[in-house]
């Protein structure tokens, strides 16, 4: 089993809708959840970082955390073509030496005008 | 500007050849770390620095190396023993703080395209 495993993609949705992207976790004691953006060719970019369970807002995005059912989720509301890009779910496990994430492999979403 | 900075951003190596990549950063993090990305894949850590003079191995360190003799740098060396280092190579940073705060976010520079020829 991967330590973080993302829905597979590629999610396509129309403009204007919420996209939803997944993620689940197998350190039953990770502790710090964060999403990034990722371009095509770029590097990737904080969207968003939680800690503790339920939900944490951010504009048009949504984090959400069930630590006992080991799920982080990101939700983009009102979604825009420049949202398409693939979307990294990283995690800090209790223990890990430092701040060490460990990468999900991503989920590629595509926003169709 | 505050930031991570990468160089070069292309780089092609010749087989049997070491080549370095840079990176520096001006954000006073005491965290620095070396990624590999694969195409279609998530970041795999190769090297990772807490404080000056000492790092990590991460969980792809065979055939690379690293330093850490200044708290803003840290090059690392891709050797003639990594045999398929065609990849994207990203450097990232952040406070050294505790796995529950968030000055553990790590931030990234704008990486490295490292092409075998």
């Known amino acids: 089993q991967k330590e973080v495993e993302q829905n597979s993609g590629p999610l396509s949705v129309p403009e204007g809708a919420i996209a939803s992207l997944n993620c689940t976790y197998s350190?039953?004691?990770?502790?710090?959840f964060f999403w990034y953006r990722q371009y095509s060719g770029k590097s990737p970019e904080l969207i968003m970082f939680i800690y503790s369970n339920g939900d944490k807002e951010d504009g048009r995005f949504t984090a959400q955390l069930n630590k006992a059912s080991q799920y982080v989720s990101l939700l983009i509301r009102d979604s825009q073509p420049s949202d398409s890009a693939t979307y990294l779910c990283a995690v800090i496990g209790v223990g890990t030496s430092g701040s060490r994430l460990t990468f999900g492999e991503g989920t590629q979403l595509t926003v169709n005008p | 500007d505050g930031g991570i900075t990468q160089s070069p951003k292309y780089l092609f190596r010749k087989e049997g050849q070491n080549v370095t990549l840079s990176c520096e950063q001006n954000?006073?993090?005491?965290?620095m770390y070396w990624y590999r990305q694969d195409p279609g894949q998530g970041l795999r850590l190769i090297y990772y620095?807490?404080?000056?003079?000492?790092?990590q191995k991460g969980d792809i360190a065979e055939g690379y190396s690293v330093s850490r003799e200044k708290k803003e740098s840290f090059p690392l060396t891709v050797t003639s023993a990594q045999k398929n280092p065609t990849a994207f190579y990203l450097c990232?940073?952040?406070?050294?703080?505790?796995?529950?705060?968030?000055?553990?976010?790590?931030?990234f520079g704008p990486g490295t395209r490292l092409t075998v020829l």
């Open positions: 954000l006073n993090h005491d965290a």
């Open positions: 350190d039953r004691g990770s502790q710090s």
């Open positions: 620095s807490q404080i000056v003079n000492d790092f």
């Open positions: 990232a940073s952040s406070f050294k703080g505790n796995v529950l705060g968030p000055t553990d976010t790590q931030y």
